[in-house]
């Protein structure tokens, strides 16, 4: 015997609640229902709760706003971060979406406005150009929502940002980033880069030697097979740089934990962060936060 199908079950108010652990199932809560569906994080506080609804995700083009940091402190990260050109276009951007670079030391530098050309985008990133020592974190985070808000309504608003967890000068406060990016329903993802990595890739500094004797006059005998110069026992006797991370525990191990802004950042604004260690954690970082964009489409 045949039976009548019952109709579709509606959500009733207040919005229903799912862990972001869910998310496929959100997108088809999402997309039969006629309510929004709150999605909140199991770690975010209930007042960065994130309002999804079906247009939000269906085959929604991305405006993202990539932000690096560009400073001196950095340097030693930048080959490794001007690769990873392809892994946004690829991963992240779609067949319609678009994608604007942003760099960052003591000035904020536009480095190209928003394009759908990949190669146009890839080209950026691979010419990213180290700056000076400063990192104007905040106010580079509030220019790339300030340049997001120009795109079409209609886009999904990204911004993924790699860089320290510091922010030196500018006019900007973590505080007021976060509200301009809510309000204007800008997601924030973002790629931690490690100071002490940067730090113990960066040049050494060895400092010539120390002797013992009066010049001319050498207290050990020769190595073998070379002849006893004061060059050669230059590189002998030199004081040695134990390296940048024997320097930057020195100088860093008595320091408070201070918040994580860009973690903070994320968080609150519905995106992910994704700490790196070293260099060549940085692209896996990236494809993390690509693959979590596309679960969204």
Do not use: C
Not at 13 to 42: E, G, I, N, T
Not at 58 to 82: G, H, W, Y
Not at 174 to 184: C, E, T
């Amino acid at each position: 015997m045949m039976h009548a199908m019952k109709p579709a079950r509606k959500l009733q108010p207040p919005p229903a609640r799912l862990s972001v652990s869910f998310l496929a199932a959100l997108m088809f809560v999402a997309l039969v229902s006629a309510h929004p569906v709150k999605l909140q994080s199991q770690t975010v506080p209930q007042s960065s709760d994130v309002t999804v609804n079906a247009a939000d995700t269906a085959d929604t083009p991305v405006s993202v706003a990539i932000v690096v940091e560009t400073s001196s402190r950095v340097a030693a990260l930048l080959p490794a971060i001007r690769r990873t050109g392809v892994m946004f276009t690829q991963n992240m951007l779609g067949a319609d979406g678009e994608a604007a670079l942003i760099g960052y030391n003591d000035e904020v530098d536009k480095l190209l406005d928003f394009t759908n050309n990949d190669d146009a985008v890839e080209k950026a990133v691979g010419d990213i150009q180290m700056g000076t020592s400063g990192a104007r974190l905040y106010d580079a985070l509030s220019q790339a929502v300030a340049f997001l808000q120009t795109r079409p309504s209609s886009h999904r608003r990204v911004i993924i940002v790699l860089g320290e967890a510091v922010n030196t000068g500018g006019e900007e406060k973590i505080g007021s980033v976060i509200s301009q990016a809510r309000l204007a329903n800008v997601t924030i993802y973002s790629v931690g880069l490690s100071s002490t990595a940067a730090q113990v890739r960066g040049p050494q500094e060895p400092t010539a030697p120390v002797y013992a004797t009066p010049p001319g006059i050498f207290a050990l005998p020769p190595m073998p097979g070379t002849p006893q110069t004061p060059d050669t026992e230059a590189l002998r006797e030199g004081n040695v740089d134990l390296g940048a991370a024997v320097k930057w525990a020195g100088k860093h191990a008595t320091a408070p934990l201070r918040d994580n802004p860009i973690e903070l950042a994320a968080t609150a604004t519905g995106g992910s962060y994704q700490p790196t260690l070293r260099d060549r954690s940085i692209a896996p970082a990236i494809n993390k936060i690509g693959g979590d964009l596309r679960l969204q489409d």
